[in-house]
T-cell receptor
Framework: AQTVTQSQPEMSVQEAETVTLSCTYD???????LFWYKQPPSRQMILVIR??????QNATENRFSVNFQKAAKSFSLKISDSQLGDAAMYFC??????????????FGEGTQLTVNP | DAGVTQSPTHLIKTRGQQVTLRCSPK?????VSWYQQALGQGPQFIFQ???????QRGNFPDRFSGHQFPNYSSELNVNALLLGDSALYLC????????????FGQGTRLTVV
């Protein structure tokens, strides 16, 4: 079974600064997807960024980028130019390539991000 | 285009009772998955429905059951509620086969007293 570990329960960053959230995972599969989701107080999970394991290039979405190290099974999220609206719980998640649907995800424990003005 | 909608938003039940939670998937989606998120933890996969059948199941007891209707909406039923069932229940929809993206609803907060 796959596991996802987020070792930072809480992180804080000053507005406009850069912060990196860590995630490691364990799997015996070679093909899979990794995700970062944001969960604000509204509770709705919002997809931030997605990485396919077969792609060597790190995914980027505006101010959000990842550092995907497949051999090390590491998948960190970098948020640049942090904004007050980035404050939320962030979850790292794993999905097998073998799954035919996009919905079965294995989540980490989450990292609570605080953005200080 | 309506996203994933869940009802009710909040619910309080007594230990031993039964509860039904509802989910309407995003328009065009045919697959619904349910997750349980205990306070301060990440979501845990309960089960997934496609073509009105349970296709995959996580490590949850038989007290947790579900149903999917012809219009793709879904229900999650929990019998003999325990205090430990108190959690946020999230519904996610996707298209099978799909691009890998799941859309989540805002969840139902269940409190068992």
């Amino acid at each position: 079974a796959q596991t996802v570990t987020q070792s930072q329960p809480e992180m804080s960053v000053q507005e406009a600064e850069t912060v990196t959230l860590s995630c490691t995972y364990d799997t015996s599969e070679s093909d899979y997807y990794l995700f970062w989701y944001k969960q604000p107080p509204s509770r709705q999970m919002i997809l931030v960024i997605r990485q396919e394991a077969y792609k060597q290039q790190n995914a980027t979405e505006n101010r959000f980028s990842v550092n995907f190290q497949k051999a090390a099974k590491s998948f960190s999220l970098k948020i640049s130019d942090s904004q007050l609206g980035d404050a939320a719980m962030y979850f790292c998640a794993y999905r097998s390539e073998g799954e035919t649907s996009g919905s079965r995800l294995t989540f980490g424990e989450g990292t609570q991000l605080t953005v200080n003005p | 285009d309506a996203g994933v909608t869940q009802s009710p938003t909040h619910l309080i039940k007594t230990r031993g009772q039964q509860v039904t939670l509802r989910c309407s998937p995003k328009s065009g989606h045919d697959t619904v998955s349910w997750y349980q998120q205990a306070l301060g933890q990440g979501p845990q996969f309960i089960f997934q429905y496609y073509e009105e059948e349970e296709r995959q199941r996580g490590n949850f007891p038989d007290r947790f059951s579900g149903h999917q209707f012809p219009n793709y909406s879904s229900e999650l039923n929990v019998n003999a509620l325990l205090l430990g069932d108190s959690a946020l229940y999230l519904c996610a929809s996707s298209l099978l086969p799909g691009t890998g993206r799941a859309f989540f609803g805002q969840g139902t907060r269940l409190t068992v007293v």
